[in-house]
Nanobody
Framework: QVQLVESGGGLVQAGGSLRLSCAAS????????IGWYRQAPGKQRELVAA???????NYAASVRGRFTISRDNANNTLYLQMNSLKPEDTAVYYC???????????????????WGQGTQVTVSS
């Protein structure tokens, strides 16, 4: 099992930036992908971005060009740099880890078996 702890959420005005971090520990050898999901009130949890162990990335269309996912393998830390934030980006953001068949299909919710507790991101208009 992989333990994930997110940090970096908060309140920001539209057009601003935030950087989320996710510290991973435990059986990190068992995963090949780590990523960010988000869930707004009354909506389904959706993929924001994911990155594989070979650095293949996948982004939701709604964030492509504004958000950047990256990883620091030496410190087992995942980042999400969020720029040009919009009110519709408001949600709880979750870090997730699992196994994604890279090159076969985009990542799916069911690929991720370990989850963090979530961090709130609120973008005011």
């Amino acid at each position: 099992q992989v333990q994930l702890v997110e940090s970096g959420g908060g309140l920001v005005q539209a057009g601003g930036s935030l950087r989320l971090s996710c510290a991973a520990s435990g059986s990190t050898f068992s995963i090949n992908a780590i990523g960010w999901y988000r869930q707004a009130p009354g909506k389904q949890r959706e993929l924001v971005a994911a990155i594989s162990s070979d650095s293949t990335t996948n982004y939701a269309a709604s964030v492509r060009g504004r958000f950047t996912i990256s990883r620091d393998n030496a410190n087992n830390t995942l980042y999400l740099q969020m720029n040009s934030l919009k009110p519709e980006d408001t949600a709880v953001y979750y870090c997730a880890a699992g196994r994604w068949p890279v090159g076969v299909r985009p990542p799916m919710l069911s690929d991720f078996s370990s989850w963090g507790q979530g961090t709130q991101v609120t973008v005011s208009s």
